[in-house]
């Protein structure tokens, strides 16, 4: 695999598991200007899994506290969401984590969600201040709307989008929709039943348009 162990990511919060998020992107120039393989996102999202597991175990996040008098160890996750975007100039991947710590409380504040990420709120509008319910992939978008938000509107690399809270670019001019954009999981529910990780369906367990529905099953992309 070309990105096995390569794609590292950035530190927010701490250090610690339970004050800690990962983000990162990886740009593919040249390449994916219009659409990346369902394989191609899935193991980017492997590889910045695996880097994590190898090089910071602090990705690992408490899923349930040990109990010595029921002798529960307790167990961890760790999952990776890719998000790609696509942009003239190639493709550009867009990686969040579980969130923890200032990014998770950040994200929790409907003003600031407001602010950096508008169509993300709309499609999470229910949940959005349930710190349980902000996964990893909410944490690709957020992101990667944070990021965009921050464009001019000249930039070739700004992504406009229908104000629906759709993930789908559109010609800045004609408004005709383009490239879809994909997200994808990678990671472990349980470290103590499986630390290699495997591929995981998003939230909802569909693809496509809406940045919280992805219809595509990741065990049957190809």
Not at 48 to 72: G, H, M, S
Not at 82 to 99: D, H, M, N
Not at 136 to 142: L, S, T
């Amino acid at each position: 695999m070309q990105d096995e162990y390569g794609i590292p990511l950035t530190r927010v919060g701490d250090g610690t598991a339970e004050r800690t998020t990962w983000v990162g992107t990886k740009d593919y120039p040249g390449q994916y200007a219009d659409t990346m393989p369902w394989h191609v996102l899935n193991e980017a999202a492997k590889a910045a899994f695996y880097w994590l597991r190898e090089n910071e175990r602090q990705c690992l996040v408490i899923t349930r506290k040990p109990d010595p008098e029921k002798r529960d160890p307790g167990d961890m996750a760790c999952m990776v969401a890719a998000l790609y975007v696509p942009q003239p100039s190639g493709g550009l991947v867009y990686f969040g984590t579980i969130p923890r710590g200032p990014l998770a409380e950040q994200m929790a504040v409907r003003e600031n969600a407001e602010q950096h990420a508008p169509q993300w709120l709309q499609a999470n509008i229910r949940e959005y201040a349930v710190l349980s319910r902000i996964h990893c992939e909410d944490v690709a978008c957020y992101t990667f709307e944070s990021s965009n938000s921050t464009l001019e509107n000249d930039d070739p690399a700004k992504v406009r989008t229908p104000s629906s809270g759709h993930y789908v670019p559109v010609h800045p001019i004609t408004g005709v929709a383009l490239a879809k954009m994909r997200i994808a999981v990678w990671g472990i529910r349980s470290w103590n039943h499986n630390q290699e990780g495997e591929p995981q369906l998003p939230c909802d367990g569909e693809d496509s348009k809406h940045p919280k529905s992805l219809r595509v099953k990741l065990s049957s992309a190809t």
